[in-house]
């Protein structure tokens, strides 16, 4: 059973930076893509940007694209989400998922073929 756990969310004015990290055990880290997540108050769970298993692939939701970046460190069994230029709307609870299979080769969007999350990391960015 792999476990996930987020960290690094906290307050940051509009325009500053986080760099989420998500430390995964109980599992062959590298045998996963990741993705991250995030679900506002009263919306859905939305995708935010996957690396694949080798991290040599990586896509992100347009929403993000140029401001976030994906990146893992498998010796580390840690996947890092930085997150530059945020604005007041990137203010959600931020989660990290673990998918195997055709999931860990080509990266998957969709949160539904996602095995493992986290219990997500809060992330608020004041106007």
């Known amino acids: 059973q792999v476990r996930l756990v987020e960290s690094g969310g906290g307050l940051v004015q509009t325009g500053g930076s986080l760099r989420l990290s998500c430390a995964a055990s109980g599992g062959t880290f590298s045998n996963y893509g990741m993705g991250w997540f995030r679900q506002a108050p009263g919306k859905e769970r939305e995708f935010l940007a996957v690396?694949?298993?080798?991290?040599?692939?990586?896509h992100y939701a347009d929403s993000v694209k140029g401001r976030f970046t994906i990146s893992r460190d498998n010796a580390k069994n840690t996947v890092y989400l930085q997150m530059n230029s945020l604005k007041p709307e990137d203010t959600a609870l931020y989660y990290c998922a673990g998918a195997g299979g055709y999931c860990s080769a080509y990266g998957c969007y969709d949160a539904a073929l996602y095995a493992y999350w986290g219990q997500g990391t809060q992330v608020t960015v004041s106007a």
């Open positions: 690396i694949t298993w080798s991290g040599s692939s990586t």
